[in-house]
């Protein structure tokens, strides 16, 4: 079974650029997730899907990031405009639904750097 | 308060030593799950271990085994006979109960590097 598919897995830009990352879940999971990684903050939760519906949007930085799922099998996270303080790894991770502690399984990530 | 503990930064042993990772957690809630994520040089993270704690039963697989005890809040992981290809950074997490949301709490994680 194919795991998260994520594109693009490296991301240079300029600042004020927009950003747009791409994600497909495991076939089945109805559980989306999209972290950000960066050495200072470690792995942080940006923001989580289920059924396609955002749940909690709490750890998105700020306006300038938006995220969708127009389907099931299909996830973006847009940064409009983006920042050098934007540049990090960025995961999507999905899970099955049903309980919350099914374990989320993650893509390779997208390696994004603004200048 | 709810938190994660990985106070070792970085490891470095010998290859065909065993090593233990440590993870120290804190939680109010009776019922909570613990994970083990795996992040190598490569950079995604793989999924190793799910526990949650009404089971204390350790568990080993392969040349990996994981410690649970409740009595000191911790949920340790031993590689024996580690290889190179067990370096890699190493992430425990957990999943409180009582919350209602599905955020994981991450430790900083440890990254473990075996030597030939």
């Known amino acids: 079974d194919a795991g998260v598919i994520q594109s693009p897995r490296h991301e240079v830009t300029e600042m004020g650029q927009e950003v747009t990352l791409r994600c497909k879940p495991i076939?089945?999971?109805?559980?989306l997730f999209w972290y950000r990684q960066t050495m200072m903050r470690g792995l942080e939760l940006l923001i989580y899907?289920?059924?396609?519906?955002?749940?909690?949007d709490s750890g998105m930085p700020e306006d300038r990031f938006s995220a969708k799922m127009p389907n099931a099998s299909f996830s973006t996270l847009k940064i409009q405009p983006s920042e050098p303080r934007d540049s990090a790894v960025y995961f999507c991770a999905s899970s099955r639904s049903g309980a919350r502690h099914n374990e989320q399984f993650f893509g390779p990530g997208t390696r994004l750097t603004v200048l | 308060a709810q938190k994660v503990t990985q106070a070792q930064t970085e490891i470095s042993v010998v290859e065909k030593e065993d090593v233990t990772l440590d993870c120290v957690y804190e939680t109010r809630d009776t019922t909570y799950y613990l994970f083990w994520y795996k992040q190598p040089p490569s950079g995604e993270l793989v999924f190793l271990i799910r526990?949650?704690?009404?089971d204390e039963q350790n568990e080993i697989s392969g040349r990996y085994s994981w410690n649970f005890q409740k009595s000191t809040s911790s949920f340790n992981f031993t590689i024996t006979a580690s290889q190179v290809v067990d370096s890699a950074v190493y992430f425990c997490a957990l999943l409180p109960r009582r919350d209602s949301n599905y955020q994981l709490i991450w430790g900083a994680g440890t990254k473990l590097i075996i030597k030939p």
């Open positions: 076939s089945g999971h109805n559980s």
């Open positions: 899907f289920n059924n396609n519906v955002p749940i909690d």
């Open positions: 526990r949650n704690s009404f």
